[in-house]
Protein backbone atom coordinates (compact mmCIF):
# COMPACT_ATOMS: atom_id res chain seq x y z
CA UNK A 1 0.00 0.00 0.00
CA UNK A 2 1.60 3.24 -0.99
CA UNK A 3 1.49 6.55 1.23
CA UNK A 4 -0.48 9.14 0.90
CA UNK A 5 -3.43 9.39 -0.99
CA UNK A 6 -3.90 9.81 -5.07
CA UNK A 7 -4.32 13.20 -6.25
CA UNK A 8 -8.31 13.74 -7.26
CA UNK A 9 -9.08 15.06 -10.48
CA UNK A 10 -5.62 14.37 -12.51
CA UNK A 11 -7.28 14.96 -15.82
CA UNK A 12 -4.93 17.10 -18.64
CA UNK A 13 -2.29 16.87 -15.58
CA UNK A 14 1.55 16.63 -16.99
CA UNK A 15 3.07 13.00 -16.15
CA UNK A 16 6.99 13.15 -16.77
CA UNK A 17 8.00 10.07 -18.09
CA UNK A 18 11.60 9.36 -18.29
CA UNK A 19 13.04 5.76 -19.92
CA UNK A 20 16.56 5.68 -18.85
CA UNK A 21 17.72 2.08 -19.99
CA UNK A 22 17.05 -1.69 -20.31
CA UNK A 23 18.82 -4.67 -18.97
CA UNK A 24 19.02 -8.08 -19.37
CA UNK A 25 16.90 -8.05 -22.82
CA UNK A 26 16.46 -11.41 -24.88
CA UNK A 27 18.53 -11.07 -27.99
CA UNK A 28 17.04 -11.71 -31.29
CA UNK A 29 20.23 -11.11 -32.83
CA UNK A 30 22.54 -14.14 -34.05
CA UNK A 31 25.66 -12.84 -35.56
CA UNK A 32 25.45 -8.62 -34.28
CA UNK A 33 24.25 -6.81 -31.99
CA UNK A 34 20.53 -5.87 -31.86
CA UNK A 35 19.75 -2.43 -31.60
CA UNK A 36 16.62 -1.78 -29.35
CA UNK A 37 14.20 0.74 -28.80
CA UNK A 38 10.90 1.37 -26.68
CA UNK A 39 7.72 2.81 -26.51
CA UNK A 40 5.32 4.51 -24.60
CA UNK A 41 1.74 3.55 -24.70
CA UNK A 42 -0.89 6.04 -22.91
CA UNK A 43 -4.53 5.59 -24.01
CA UNK A 44 -4.11 7.35 -27.75
CA UNK A 45 -0.65 9.32 -26.77
CA UNK A 46 2.17 6.94 -28.03
CA UNK A 47 5.79 8.20 -27.67
CA UNK A 48 9.06 6.40 -29.37
CA UNK A 49 12.61 6.75 -28.38
CA UNK A 50 15.66 6.73 -30.53
CA UNK A 51 17.47 3.52 -31.38
CA UNK A 52 20.37 2.48 -29.08
CA UNK A 53 22.55 1.60 -32.11
CA UNK A 54 24.02 -2.15 -30.66
CA UNK A 55 22.94 -1.67 -27.46
CA UNK A 56 22.89 -5.33 -27.34
CA UNK A 57 21.06 -6.81 -24.24
CA UNK A 58 21.33 -3.39 -22.28
CA UNK A 59 20.61 0.01 -24.08
CA UNK A 60 20.72 3.04 -22.50
CA UNK A 61 18.72 5.78 -23.79
CA UNK A 62 17.89 8.87 -21.18
CA UNK A 63 14.43 10.23 -22.56
CA UNK A 64 12.32 12.66 -21.05
CA UNK A 65 8.14 11.95 -22.46
CA UNK A 66 5.05 14.16 -21.07
CA UNK A 67 1.89 12.39 -20.61
CA UNK A 68 -1.51 13.83 -20.39
CA UNK A 69 -3.55 11.81 -17.44
CA UNK A 70 -6.53 10.44 -18.06
CA UNK A 71 -9.01 10.00 -14.89
CA UNK A 72 -9.06 6.46 -14.46
CA UNK A 73 -6.35 5.21 -16.26
CA UNK A 74 -3.51 4.07 -13.66
CA UNK A 75 -1.32 1.85 -16.14
CA UNK A 76 1.11 2.85 -19.59
CA UNK A 77 1.94 -0.06 -21.62
CA UNK A 78 5.87 -0.44 -22.27
CA UNK A 79 6.72 -2.59 -25.52
CA UNK A 80 10.51 -2.65 -26.42
CA UNK A 81 11.64 -3.57 -29.99
CA UNK A 82 15.04 -4.42 -31.91
CA UNK A 83 15.25 -2.80 -34.84
CA UNK A 84 16.22 -3.55 -38.42
CA UNK A 85 16.78 -2.52 -41.57
CA UNK A 86 15.70 -5.38 -44.40
CA UNK A 87 12.87 -7.09 -42.50
CA UNK A 88 10.23 -6.19 -40.27
CA UNK A 89 11.35 -5.42 -36.52
CA UNK A 90 11.74 -8.00 -33.79
CA UNK A 91 9.26 -7.92 -31.09
CA UNK A 92 11.43 -8.51 -27.45
CA UNK A 93 8.99 -7.83 -24.65
CA UNK A 94 6.31 -6.26 -23.37
CA UNK A 95 5.34 -5.25 -19.41
CA UNK A 96 3.30 -3.28 -17.62
CA UNK A 97 3.73 0.55 -15.62
CA UNK A 98 1.10 1.35 -12.83
CA UNK A 99 0.71 4.40 -11.69
CA UNK A 100 -1.04 3.82 -8.06
CA UNK A 101 2.62 5.16 -6.65
CA UNK A 102 3.60 8.56 -8.86
CA UNK A 103 0.05 9.43 -7.79
CA UNK A 104 0.56 9.44 -4.46
CA UNK A 105 3.80 9.96 -3.81
CA UNK A 106 4.99 12.04 -6.69
CA UNK A 107 8.03 9.99 -7.78
CA UNK A 108 8.94 6.75 -8.72
CA UNK A 109 11.91 5.05 -9.89
CA UNK A 110 10.94 1.47 -10.42
CA UNK A 111 12.31 -1.10 -12.62
CA UNK A 112 9.49 -2.93 -14.96
CA UNK A 113 9.48 -6.23 -16.16
CA UNK A 114 9.20 -7.89 -19.43
CA UNK A 115 7.96 -10.28 -20.74
CA UNK A 116 7.77 -12.40 -24.42
CA UNK A 117 3.91 -13.62 -26.07
CA UNK A 118 4.85 -16.76 -24.33
CA UNK A 119 4.85 -15.04 -20.91
CA UNK A 120 8.72 -15.62 -20.38
CA UNK A 121 11.22 -13.43 -18.99
CA UNK A 122 12.49 -10.40 -21.50
CA UNK A 123 14.40 -8.36 -18.93
CA UNK A 124 13.35 -4.68 -17.68
CA UNK A 125 13.17 -1.16 -18.35
CA UNK A 126 13.91 1.07 -16.02
CA UNK A 127 11.82 4.18 -15.96
CA UNK A 128 11.52 8.17 -13.61
CA UNK A 129 8.38 8.98 -13.30
CA UNK A 130 7.78 12.56 -11.53
CA UNK A 131 4.41 14.01 -10.98
CA UNK A 132 4.37 17.53 -9.79
CA UNK A 133 0.74 17.97 -8.41
CA UNK A 134 0.97 15.18 -5.88
CA UNK A 135 -0.54 15.65 -2.55
CA UNK A 136 1.90 13.99 -0.57
CA UNK A 137 0.77 12.69 2.95
CA UNK A 138 3.84 12.25 5.11
CA UNK A 139 2.53 9.64 7.47
CA UNK A 140 2.64 6.36 5.89
CA UNK A 141 -0.55 4.09 6.57
CA UNK A 142 0.37 -0.11 7.11
CA UNK A 143 4.36 -0.14 6.89
CA UNK A 144 6.80 0.21 9.43
CA UNK A 145 8.72 3.65 7.90
CA UNK A 146 9.13 6.59 10.38
CA UNK A 147 8.72 9.50 9.03
CA UNK A 148 11.47 12.03 8.05
CA UNK A 149 11.24 14.49 11.15
CA UNK A 150 11.14 12.19 13.80
CA UNK A 151 13.92 10.45 14.85
CA UNK A 152 14.00 6.83 16.07
CA UNK A 153 13.03 5.70 19.37
CA UNK A 154 16.27 3.88 19.74
CA UNK A 155 18.21 7.31 19.97
CA UNK A 156 18.42 9.89 23.09
CA UNK A 157 16.52 12.63 22.57
CA UNK A 158 18.74 15.64 23.36
CA UNK A 159 16.33 18.47 25.39
CA UNK A 160 15.62 21.64 23.78
CA UNK A 161 13.12 24.67 24.02
CA UNK A 162 12.02 27.71 21.65
CA UNK A 163 15.36 29.70 22.30
CA UNK A 164 17.76 26.84 21.91
CA UNK A 165 16.38 24.01 19.08
CA UNK A 166 19.42 22.10 19.72
CA UNK A 167 21.71 20.56 23.25
CA UNK A 168 25.23 22.74 23.51
CA UNK A 169 27.82 20.94 25.46
CA UNK A 170 29.25 23.77 27.92
CA UNK A 171 32.61 25.99 26.84
CA UNK A 172 36.09 24.50 27.19
CA UNK A 173 36.63 27.45 30.31
CA UNK A 174 33.50 25.96 32.36
CA UNK A 175 35.49 22.25 32.77
CA UNK A 176 38.26 22.00 35.75
CA UNK A 177 41.68 22.89 34.49
CA UNK A 178 44.51 20.61 35.39
CA UNK A 179 47.04 21.29 37.57
CA UNK A 180 49.82 22.23 34.82
CA UNK A 181 47.60 24.19 33.05
CA UNK A 182 48.24 27.65 34.77
CA UNK A 183 51.96 27.08 33.88
CA UNK A 184 51.10 26.23 30.04
CA UNK A 185 49.75 29.95 30.00
CA UNK A 186 52.33 31.48 30.95
CA UNK A 187 55.09 29.20 29.40
CA UNK A 188 55.65 27.70 26.34
CA UNK A 189 56.25 24.37 27.73
CA UNK A 190 53.83 22.88 30.42
CA UNK A 191 56.48 21.71 32.97
CA UNK A 192 57.20 23.48 35.95
CA UNK A 193 61.05 25.34 35.69
CA UNK A 194 63.71 23.36 36.30
CA UNK A 195 64.73 25.26 39.57
CA UNK A 196 61.67 23.89 41.33
CA UNK A 197 63.33 20.34 41.54
CA UNK A 198 65.55 18.47 43.86
CA UNK A 199 68.73 17.78 42.13
CA UNK A 200 70.66 14.66 43.37
CA UNK A 201 74.61 15.38 44.28
CA UNK A 202 75.16 13.74 41.12
CA UNK A 203 73.85 15.89 38.97
CA UNK A 204 74.69 19.67 38.44
CA UNK A 205 72.52 21.99 40.26
CA UNK A 206 72.18 25.85 40.96
CA UNK A 207 72.78 24.80 44.69
CA UNK A 208 76.63 23.00 46.25
CA UNK A 209 75.13 19.78 47.77
CA UNK A 210 75.38 19.89 52.05
CA UNK A 211 78.74 18.96 53.26
CA UNK A 212 78.40 15.69 55.82
CA UNK A 213 80.76 17.19 57.90
CA UNK A 214 79.73 19.65 60.75
CA UNK A 215 81.62 23.55 60.17
CA UNK A 216 84.83 24.46 61.56
CA UNK A 217 83.83 26.64 64.15
CA UNK A 218 81.20 23.73 65.41
CA UNK A 219 84.40 22.01 67.05
CA UNK A 220 85.85 22.82 70.79
CA UNK A 221 89.00 24.68 71.52
CA UNK A 222 92.03 23.27 71.90
CA UNK A 223 92.23 24.13 75.54
CA UNK A 224 88.92 22.47 76.29
CA UNK A 225 90.80 19.18 75.99
CA UNK A 226 92.58 17.76 79.05
CA UNK A 227 96.45 17.96 79.08
CA UNK A 228 98.58 14.54 78.95
CA UNK A 229 98.66 12.28 82.23
CA UNK A 230 102.64 12.39 81.56
CA UNK A 231 105.05 15.31 82.09
CA UNK A 232 106.24 17.22 79.00
CA UNK A 233 109.55 16.37 77.44
CA UNK A 234 111.03 19.40 78.95
CA UNK A 235 109.90 18.38 82.75
CA UNK A 236 112.43 15.12 82.92
CA UNK A 237 115.98 15.31 84.16
CA UNK A 238 118.26 15.73 81.84
CA UNK A 239 120.66 12.76 81.39
CA UNK A 240 122.96 12.00 84.42
CA UNK A 241 121.69 14.30 86.35
CA UNK A 242 121.62 12.95 90.49
CA UNK A 243 120.08 13.44 93.72
CA UNK A 244 116.66 13.64 92.00
CA UNK A 245 116.66 9.65 91.92
CA UNK A 246 117.71 7.26 93.83
CA UNK A 247 120.94 5.58 92.73
CA UNK A 248 120.41 1.99 90.80
CA UNK A 249 121.37 -0.73 92.96
CA UNK A 250 124.63 -2.32 92.81
Known amino acids: MYGGTVAAGIQGQPLEVTVVSCSKLKDTEWISRQDPYVCLEYATSKFRTRTCTDGGKNPVFQEKFVLPLIEGLREINVVVWNSNTVTFDDFIGTGRVQLQK ?22 EVKLILHYANAKVNPQISGSNHTPYNSAPSYYPQQPHSNSAPYYHPPPPAAYPQPPYAAAAASHSSPYPPPSSYAYPPSVSSPYPPPSPYPPPHSYPPSSAYPPPSYPPPAGYPPNGAAGIYPPPPY
Request: aromatic fraction near 14%.
Open 102 to 123: VLSQGFDDSAWPLQTKTGRYAG
